[in-house]
Structure formats: C-alpha cells, structure tokens
C-alpha cells in the first residue's frame, strides 16, 4: 500500500517521498535523444518546485519568483534567457532562495492538484512525448494556484 505526498498528493512508497519521483523523472531526461529541451527542464524542475514549496525549502519571495517565471514562459512572455536572467537578480537580490530558521513557509490549500509528477510519469511510460506532459503539468499547475490565488 502507498502513502500520499502531504504537498502534492501523488501516490509514494511507504519508506519513500515524492523527490524519488523527481529523481527519476530527471534521469529519464538524460534518456531522450539529443536532451529534453531547456523550456521543457524547466517546466519539470519548476512545477516540482510549486507543488513542493516546502520540501524544497524555498522562501515566498522564490516561490512567487518561481510562479511568475512559470505563467510567463506558458503564454511565451519570457524566453529562457530571460527566466535565467531574472533567477540571477532575484538570488543577488536577496541572496537566497530558501528558507532560514524562522521564515514562513509557503502552504497551499489545494488538496487536489489536477496533475502530478506521477502522471507526467506514467504518461512517459505510454509515448514519448516529455515536452508535451510536462507542459501540460505546468499549465494544471498555474491554472490551480491562480483559481485560489489570483497572480497579482
């Protein structure tokens, strides 16, 4: 029987969490011929991030970042230079992204997310189509937090 992840509700081995699902999603980029893509990485590294806010430690301030740079490069606002430019002034800016003793922790009230990294999983084990999914994943991702959480 599996447990659940308490952020994002995937299914997880009892003795696991959710970063072994991470950990395998990225080996299966090196898997994809001639790489998965720098947009697609992204979208894969940063929707790992806003569904697990605290695992990864991140500060609001990383997360709003984070969730920004997401919604952006979806409707093409931002290219990946521009997210990579932006990453770099917001940690010299604040000279940190994750969380110290004391800082407030990012929790979201979704206790359903629409897609997971184990859905981007299986789907890979179907077809090969990683740009796609994980896409897909970071666009049910900003759909459910701006239905709670209206960007700003």
């Known amino acids: 029987m599996s447990s659940r992840c308490a952020e994002c509700g995937a299914p997880v081995s009892p003795s696991g969490s959710c970063r072994e699902h991470l ?13 998965p893509g720098e947009l697609a990485h992204f ?3 940063a929707t790992y991030g806003l569904q697990h806010p605290r695992a990864m430690n991140y500060t609001i301030d990383a997360v709003t970042g984070l969730r920004r740079a997401v919604a952006d490069a979806l409707t093409s606002r931002a290219s990946i230079g521009e997210l990579r430019r932006r990453a770099r002034a917001g940690a010299k800016r604040t000279g940190r992204m994750t ?25 890979m084990a179907e077809r090969d189509a990683y740009a796609q999914y994980v896409s897909q994943w970071a666009c049910s991702v900003i759909g459910a937090l701006d239905a709670l959480y209206p960007a700003a």
């Not at 950990?23 to 790489?35: H, V």
């Not at 003793?101 to 859905?119: C, F, K, L, N, Y």
């Open 23 to 35: 950990e395998t999603l990225l080996a299966l980029e090196w898997q994809i011929p001639g790489g």
């Open 43 to 45: 979208y894969a590294a």
């Open 99 to 123: 969380r110290r003793d004391g800082d407030e922790e990012v929790e979201w009230q979704i206790t359903a997310w629409p897609m997971t990294i184990v859905d981007v999983l299986q789907a």
